[in-house]
């Protein structure tokens, strides 16, 4: 069974449209995560969400907007695409906000703008 | 600023050798440290955390020991492996129980047959 799991894997689009990438746990846990990781490899983290409120919101312009129906879901949306957007979007999730907490990613999605 | 520094280049060992990742960090006291690996084309993978009193943390092959004087980490693969080959990701939660992991840029370990 996948753990952390996201859709699409790839997604390729063109500058000005809107797109979501959605992202679902089974692991039962209150916490989940969007990271974006560009090409030159840096992870950051862009939003989380602990039992559907929002914790985390990095400075990261207001076209992306998560949403997260239940704990078990996190979706990202993302209005007027632009070429700088162009990366893989990781999802994760993990039991709280401890340090101790231990996030578990999923596969990644990998947008590209045209 | 707090800052999270991997050595970029890649590491190139010989398969039964022992790799040595390093991780170092400023401005900040963190009580934890995470390892993550990560595969080409994969989300990372948690592989170790070490606490600020551990020193050395051991898990199978992978030993991490945290120097909280010299702020720094180090990430050993003994017997290393073709299958290690991957990217190393070194982790540190700034803010204090919020979840928030800066991660260094990573190292990619190539090892090789």
């Known amino acids: 069974d996948t753990a952390v799991s996201q859709t699409p894997k790839y997604l390729v689009t063109q500058m000005g449209n809107d797109k979501s990438i959605k992202c679902e746990q089974n692991?039962?846990?209150?916490?989940m995560y969007w990271y974006k990781q560009d090409s030159k490899k840096f992870l950051k983290i862009m939003f989380s969400?602990?039992?559907?409120?929002?914790?985390i919101n990095e400075t990261v312009p207001n076209r992306f907007s998560p949403k997260s129906p239940d704990k078990a879901h996190l979706n990202l949306h993302i209005n007027s695409l632009e070429l700088g957007d162009s990366a893989v979007y990781f999802c994760?999730?993990?039991?709280?906000?401890?340090?101790?907490?231990?996030?578990?990613f999923g596969p990644g999605t990998r947008l590209t703008v045209l | 600023s707090q800052k999270i520094e991997q050595n970029s280049e890649a590491l190139n060992i010989q398969e039964g050798k022992t790799a040595t990742l390093t991780c170092n960090y400023t401005n900040y006291s963190p009580a934890y440290l995470q390892w993550y690996r990560q595969d080409p084309g994969r989300g990372p993978v948690f592989l170790l955390l070490?606490?600020?009193?551990?020193k050395e943390k051991r898990k199978e092959r992978l030993k991490v020991t945290f120097d909280t004087t010299l702020k720094q980490s180090l990430f050993h693969i003994t017997a290393s492996q073709p299958a290690d080959s991957a990217t190393y990701l070194c982790a540190l939660d700034f803010s204090g129980n919020t979840g928030k992991l800066i991660f260094g840029q990573g190292t990619t370990l190539q090892v090789k047959p």
């Open positions: 994760a999730s993990s039991a709280g906000l401890a340090d101790t907490d231990t996030q578990y």
């Open positions: 692991l039962g846990h209150d916490t």
């Open positions: 969400y602990n039992n559907k409120e929002l914790i």
């Open positions: 070490i606490r600020e009193n551990e």
